[in-house]
T-cell receptor, first 116, second 113 residues
Framework: DAGITQSPRHKVTETGTPVTLRCHQT?????MYWYRQDPGHGLRLIHY???????DKGEVSDGYSVSRSKTEDFLLTLESATSSQTSVYFC???????????????FGQGTRLTVV | QKEVEQDPGPLSVPEGAIVSLNCTYS??????FMWYRQYSRKGPELLMY????GNKEDGRFTAQVDKSSKYISLFIRDSQPSDSATYLC?????????????FGKGTKLSVIP
């Protein structure tokens, strides 16, 4: 199994509070991604990183920010959590840009976030 | 219209049946096509990938791409209870967004012993 650890695995938080999710990898892969998965929507990209301090927005980035100060860590922050951000969050890593043949993306186990 | 359409199911089949899972897409820039399998409360894992049109076989699994129809399929032969999972199609192309995989919503499959 690829070395990806997401923390926490479960979290319940109150509306309006900031929340930070952490993705830690031991594979030294350059590319890291944050997705959210919701019933009826599937997996949607929030933000991604193509190197230390290099990040960009995905499809559903509003209300989220990210930081990557080290190759191995990619943090996702909900500045002020809302109930619409209740979801399962997945981190993914890949070695190469894009999704080329023989380049696999590895997903973490997910973080279940509930905003009450 | 979403770029990738996938019937969410659920799909329930008896053990040993042939399963057909499908996705349609609208973006002709997609070149790489993947199938991910996701067990309950786990992250997705890559099952198969293909480039452009054609078939690819791996054991009981066959992935098929028809770019002219913008249609991809995953066939599972001799289905087993351990195949019970959600199957997500995913695709990417260099002209469709450099770092983004586009996923279908997933089809939940149950194989009944």
């Amino acid at each position: 199994d690829a070395g990806i650890t997401q923390s926490p695995r479960h979290k319940v938080t109150e509306t309006g509070t900031p929340v930070t999710l952490r993705c830690h990898q031991t594979e030294n892969h350059r590319y890291m991604y944050w997705y959210r998965q919701d019933p009826g929507h599937g997996l949607r990209l929030i933000h991604y990183s193509y190197g230390v301090k290099d990040t960009d927005k995905g499809e559903v980035s509003d209300g989220y920010s990210v930081s990557r100060s080290k190759t191995e860590d990619f943090l996702l922050t909900l500045e002020s959590a809302t109930s619409s951000q209740t979801s399962v969050y997945f981190c993914a890593i890949s070695e190469s840009p894009g999704w080329q043949l023989n380049t696999e993306a590895f997903f973490g186990q997910g973080t279940r976030l509930t905003v009450v | 219209q979403k770029e990738v359409e996938q019937d969410p199911g659920p799909l329930s089949v008896p053990e040993g049946a042939i399963v057909s899972l499908n996705c349609t897409y609208s973006n002709s820039a997609f070149q790489y096509f993947m199938w991910y399998r996701q067990y309950s409360r786990k992250g997705p894992e890559l099952l198969m990938y293909t480039y452009s049109s054609g078939n690819k076989e791996d054991g009981r699994f066959t992935a098929q791409v028809d770019k002219s129809s913008k249609y991809i399929s995953l066939f599972i032969r001799d289905s087993q209870p351990s195949d019970s999972a959600t199957y997500l199609c995913a695709m990417w192309g260099s002209g469709a967004g450099s770092y983004q995989l586009t996923f279908g919503k997933g089809t939940k499959l149950s194989v009944i012993p």
